[in-house]
T-cell receptor
Framework: QQPVQSPQAVILREGEDAVINCSSSKALYSVHWYRQKHGEAPVFLMILLKGGEQKGHDKISASFNEKKQQSSLYLTASQLSYSGTYFCGTARIQGAQKLVFGQGTRLTINP | DSGVTQTPKHLITATGQRVTLRCSPRSGDLSVYWYQQSLDQGLQFLIQYYNGEERAKGNILERFSAQQFPDLHSELNLSSLELGDSALYFC???????????FGSGTRLTVV
C-alpha cells in the first residue's frame, strides 16, 4: 500500500532539472508532496487531486496520471535550497483520514 | 514557526519507562495526525484524531495510545519503552481531511 518513489537519490548541479516519481498500485484520490531538510519537519509543497485540481507552489510543478496512479514532481532550474528529501503522500478516498508516505527521494544540489 | 507546536523537542529516557508527547495544532485545524520517523526512514502513520474523535489508526503498537482534548491539543503516550522506539515523532494538523498537512518540528525520543 505504500507508494513507491523513484529515484531513491539524485545529485544535480545547480540549475539542472529533476523529476521525482511516485507510483501506487491502488487507485488514488490525492497525492501530496513534501520536502524535508535534515533534522527538520516536512514542509508541504503541493497537492494534486483526482480530476485535475491542483494546489501548490509557484516554482515547483507536478502532474497526476490517474490511469497509471502515478504522480511526478518537476523541479526546474534547481537551486541550492531545493536540497532535501522529497516525500509523496497518498490518499485513496476523498476525505481520507491519513496519508501513506513513500520512502522518500534524497535530492542533493551542488554548486 | 509552522503554527503546530510540539513539546518537548528532545526526550531521553530509559527502557521500560513511559513518556507523553504533546501537540498543539495550528489555529483552526481540527485534524491531528501522529507519525513516527526512524533514522533515515520514511514517515509511518500512527493515529489520527478529528475534533476529539479517533478517525484512523495505523500500525500503532498497543503500548502506544493517544487522545485529543476539547481544546484540540493532542497527546501521544508511549509506555514500556524499548530501544527500537527511539525515533522522531511528528505531529501534523490540517483544516480539512483533504488539505495539506502542517507539521510540527517533532519530538526526538531517545531510549537508552
Amino acid at each position: 500500500q505504500q507508494p513507491v518513489q523513484s529515484p531513491q537519490a539524485v545529485i544535480l548541479r545547480e540549475g539542472e532539472d529533476a523529476v521525482i516519481n511516485c507510483s501506487s498500485s491502488k487507485a488514488l484520490y490525492s497525492v501530496h508532496w513534501y520536502r524535508q531538510k535534515h533534522g527538520e519537519a516536512p514542509v508541504f509543497l503541493m497537492i494534486l487531486l483526482k480530476g485535475g485540481e491542483q494546489k501548490g507552489h509557484d516554482k515547483i510543478s507536478a502532474s497526476f496520471n490517474e490511469k497509471k496512479q502515478q504522480s511526478s514532481l518537476y523541479l526546474t532550474a534547481s537551486q541550492l535550497s531545493y536540497s532535501g528529501t522529497y516525500f509523496c503522500g497518498t490518499a485513496r478516498i476523498q476525505g481520507a483520514q491519513k496519508l501513506v508516505f513513500g520512502q522518500g527521494t534524497r535530492l542533493t544540489i551542488n554548486p | 514557526d509552522s503554527g503546530v507546536t510540539q513539546t518537548p523537542k528532545h526526550l531521553i529516557t530509559a527502557t521500560g519507562q513511559r513518556v507523553t508527547l504533546r501537540c498543539s495544532p495550528r489555529s483552526g485545524d481540527l485534524s491531528v495526525y501522529w507519525y513516527q520517523q526512524s533514522l533515515d526512514q520514511g514517515l509511518q502513520f500512527l493515529i489520527q484524531y478529528y475534533n476529539g474523535e479517533e478517525r484512523a489508526k495505523g500500525n500503532i503498537l498497543e503500548r502506544f495510545s493517544a487522545q485529543q482534548f476539547p481544546d484540540l491539543h493532542s497527546e501521544l503516550n508511549l509506555s514500556s519503552l524499548e530501544l527500537g522506539d527511539s525515533a522522531l515523532y511528528f505531529c501534523a494538523s490540517s483544516v480539512v481531511q483533504a488539505g495539506g498537512y502542517t507539521f510540527g518540528s517533532g519530538t526526538r525520543l531517545t531510549v537508552v
